[in-house]
């Protein structure tokens, strides 16, 4: 069993940068996937970014040049650097780990609110 604790969320005006953090614990012996999705009220949950296990990293279009996936496993965190924020980056923001060979694991999220 594996538990997943979002951080680093909250107010931000336009423009400004947050740090996400996400810090695993349990039994992982393994990690295929790490992945950072948003939610907006009335939308779907969508990726914003990934690390694989290997280290390749994927990100949305409209966050590409703006934020950074990053990982410490010696510290079982992941994390979200986001600058420049824009109003349409407003959502609550989910991490995702697969690990231990397929198994799925959902923070409960951290909400980042950029005004304008």
């Known amino acids: 069993q594996v538990q997943l604790v979002e951080s680093g969320g909250g107010l931000v005006q336009a423009g400004g940068s947050l740090r996400l953090s996400c810090a695993a614990s349990?039994?992982?012996?393994?990690?295929?996937?790490m992945g950072w999705f948003r939610q907006a009220p009335g939308k779907q949950r969508d990726l914003v970014a990934s690390?694989?296990?290997?280290?390749?990293?994927t990100y949305a279009d409209s966050v590409k040049g703006r934020f950074t996936i990053s990982r410490d496993n010696a510290k079982n965190t992941v994390y979200l650097q986001m600058n420049s924020l824009k109003f349409e980056d407003t959502a609550r923001y989910y991490c995702?780990?697969?690990?231990?060979?397929?198994?799925?694991?959902w923070g409960q999220g951290t909400q980042v609110t950029v005004s304008t």
């Open positions: 349990g039994s992982i012996f393994s990690i295929s996937y």
């Open positions: 690390i694989a296990g290997g280290g390749r990293t």
């Open positions: 995702k780990w697969v690990v231990n060979g397929g198994n799925g694991y």
